[in-house]
């Protein structure tokens, strides 16, 4: 594939202490860039990250026809680069895009182009344990308009940004009771920033209360618990790991979710996709027979959640003890750094 490169005249790496680096802060040296207009994509750009230049009437802004994809990269100990799944992000994007009557992606500008700018920028990937590039593909409307209809231009863009753990302590989760995130129809399964922003004022009364995150319910019977503010939620319960099914299309179909069930079952455990109620946690828990609950995402990767709160009920638990989520965020963070075989072949070289 053809694509137009301009390079930095001086990268920034050197600048950068990679260790222990916060989320989304920093931007590596280039960035890649593709427009859609007169319904066909031009030649995609790499070029120097910088700033972009939009119109007051940008379509996006207002009307909100924006999505994105966060995928990780990993630096091996033989110096070789590798995507963790990126097709299946590159997947959920383009059901994203058709969602919000957006155009699909090419899989060469999204694939080809993060493989050609991650490669460029190979430098900006963090050696160190639990460290990752952060690898952000979207997408927005360019239309110059405040007319409400779907835009006739889009830009596509990538940028990297070098990461540590996203969540660095085990988490406090508010299940909330009253604000909903998604419903059946709506844009749930979508990866929408508006999905982001609509939850931003429940996370944060969930934080006054002092909580990190919450954990969302379903709109019709606020009963079924979905998924946490950046990542889909596991329970541990004696002898079934239970995650809430994707059948409504109210919730991300996350691949690190994804991976976590092959990677549970691998480990012999009895995993469940289905409807999973507050009253059956509540109930499980109090009985002893809720293990473990814990976070996944691509940002979050695995994140073990000390505390759930619902209510004025408080679910404590006592993570020392726990075997399961430890051990399959080891599992999985020695696939993605190349420390153990990657048997289901979820690396793709850079
Ligand atoms: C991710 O896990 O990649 C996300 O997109 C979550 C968040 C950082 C928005």
Redesign the pocket.
């Known amino acids: 594939m053809n694509i137009r490169v301009t390079l930095t005249e001086k990268s920034r790496a050197q600048e950068l202490n990679m260790q222990n680096i916060p989320?989304?802060k920093h931007f590596s040296d280039h960035m890649l860039i593709a427009i859609y207009e007169n319904g066909q994509w031009g030649t995609p750009e790499i070029k120097p990250f910088q700033p972009l230049s939009l119109s007051p009437a940008n379509a996006a802004i207002h009307y909100g026809q924006s999505i994105?994809?966060?995928?990780?990269a990993y630096r091996h100990a033989d110096g070789s680069s590798h995507i963790f799944r990126p097709y299946d992000n590159y997947r959920r994007f383009n059901a994203s895009a058709a969602r919000l009557q957006m155009p699909a992606v090419p899989e060469d500008i999204f694939i080809e182009g993060m493989r050609r700018l991650i490669d460029l920028d190979r430098n900006w990937i963090p050696g160190f344990a639990d460290h990752s590039l952060?690898v952000?593909p979207f997408m927005f409307a360019m239309d110059d308009t405040i007319g409400v209809k779907p835009s006739e231009s889009y830009a596509f863009m990538i940028i990297l940004s070098p990461t540590g753990p996203?969540y660095a302590a085990p988490m406090k989760i508010y299940v909330e009771e009253y604000f909903v995130r998604a419903v059946p129809g709506g844009i749930g399964f979508a990866?929408a920033a508006g999905n982001?922003a609509a939850a931003m004022h429940a996370t944060a009364e969930a934080k006054k209360k002092g909580y990190d995150q919450v954990l969302w319910m379903d709109a019709i019977e606020h009963k079924y618990v979905q998924e946490c503010?950046?990542?889909n939620v596991f329970f541990i319960f004696e002898g079934e790991a239970v995650t809430p099914d994707l059948k409504e299309g109210t919730i991300l179909a996350?691949v690190?979710r994804d991976s976590v069930i092959e990677v549970l079952q691998d480990m012999g455990l009895k995993v469940s996709e289905r409807p999973i109620s507050i009253d059956e946690i509540i109930s499980s828990y109090q009985s002893g027979k809720l293990k473990e609950v814990f976070g996944t995402?691509?940002?979050?990767t695995i994140s073990l959640i000390r505390e759930l709160g619902y209510k004025d009920i408080k679910m404590d638990f006592d993570i020392k003890q726990w075997e399961i989520a430890p051990r399959v965020k080891q599992l999985l963070s020695d696939i993605r750094e190349g420390k153990a075989a990657d048997t289901k072949k979820w690396l793709f070289k850079v």
């Open positions: 989320f989304g994105f994809e966060g995928i990780k952060y952000r996203y990866k982001y503010g950046t990542m996350g690190t995402g691509t940002a979050a």
